[in-house]
């Protein structure tokens, strides 16, 4: 299937997308106005520049497009206090949670394909997961009204997340064991467990990694070149973006592993994309 084709004709499955895109919109503004003349640019400028001043932001890369076009695309600050190299368009971010765009766009790829439904039980795709509701279906994970307990709740998958060295494995065991604070489908509570256990149906249902998946579907035919895995826990990776933790008023980076969570799931369904500023207005350009 283009992926193009999909995107643009079946409107009807992206109207379902909706609540979850609004969890998860790309970091880019959709302008509608006329292109910026340059004292509206600079205007622009000044107000990204005093929010990080105030905030303490080291870094940032600001992206604004009008329709499919990049109106604006400017860097400000460095990507790391220690390094003072300066941020561009093209520098790298992690993505974080707009990772879940990609996992809720290959499940609706399949629901497309026929390959599961919305309303497909959990537990059809998951049996290994014993605690799951029978009643829970892929619709309530996608807009976060499964009921499971959050991951960060749960101190096993807590001190798992903490511990170096922990496999992606490991932890998709002790998720297995994940319990249910609520009926599905009776509130709305966001949280990554639902995007982790929907990343697991995808590979399980298309037979591949997910890392495998979202390339062959969305990044090789998009040509998305800057999209990634998240980067080696250790060396230099040009044009990255770090994230930074105020201690006694001084910007300290943090580690990798603080910042992502790539040490225990490389092919994580909730938040381990990288890209640049552009690279996200590019999926944004494809997507909607």
Request: neutral net charge.
């Amino acid at each position: 299937m283009n992926p193009r084709n999909f995107f643009a004709e079946r409107r009807s499955i992206a109207e379902l997308a909706r609540p979850i895109a609004a969890a998860v919109l790309c970091v880019c503004v959709s302008a509608a106005v006329a292109a910026p003349s340059r004292p509206r640019v600079d205007e622009v400028a000044a107000i990204v520049a005093a929010g990080m001043k105030e905030q303490g932001i080291p870094g940032a890369a600001l992206v604004v497009m009008k329709g499919d076009e990049i109106i604006l695309a400017r860097g400000f600050g460095v990507e790391d206090a220690a390094r003072e190299d300066r941020v561009t368009e093209n520098s790298i971010f992690a993505l974080g949670s707009i990772t879940k765009q990609f996992t809720a766009a290959a499940i609706l790829q399949l629901v497309e394909q026929r390959r599961l439904a919305l309303d497909d039980p959990v537990a059809h795709h998951l049996p290994d997961f014993t605690h799951l509701p029978a009643d829970l279906k892929i619709q309530h994970l996608l807009s976060h009204t499964s009921g499971i307990r959050e991951e960060f709740a749960q101190p096993e998958l807590t001190a798992l997340f903490a511990q170096p060295g922990t496999t992606y494995e490991e932890y998709v065991d002790a998720a297995r064991h994940s319990p249910s604070d609520w009926p599905p489908g009776s509130r709305w509570s966001y949280g990554n467990i639902n995007y982790l256990l929907l990343g697991l149906i995808v590979e399980r249902v298309d037979g591949q990694p997910l890392e495998v998946v979202f390339d062959e579907r969305f990044f090789k035919p998009l040509e998305l070149r800057s999209f990634r895995l998240c980067p080696p826990q250790t060396g230099e990776v040009p044009g990255e973006a770090r994230g930074h933790v105020n201690r006694d008023g001084a910007l300290v980076p943090l580690t990798r592993r603080r910042t992502h969570r790539c040490s225990v799931a490389p092919a994580d369904s909730a938040e381990a994309r990288w890209t640049s500023r552009v690279g996200c207005a590019h999926w944004r350009k494809a997507k909607w």
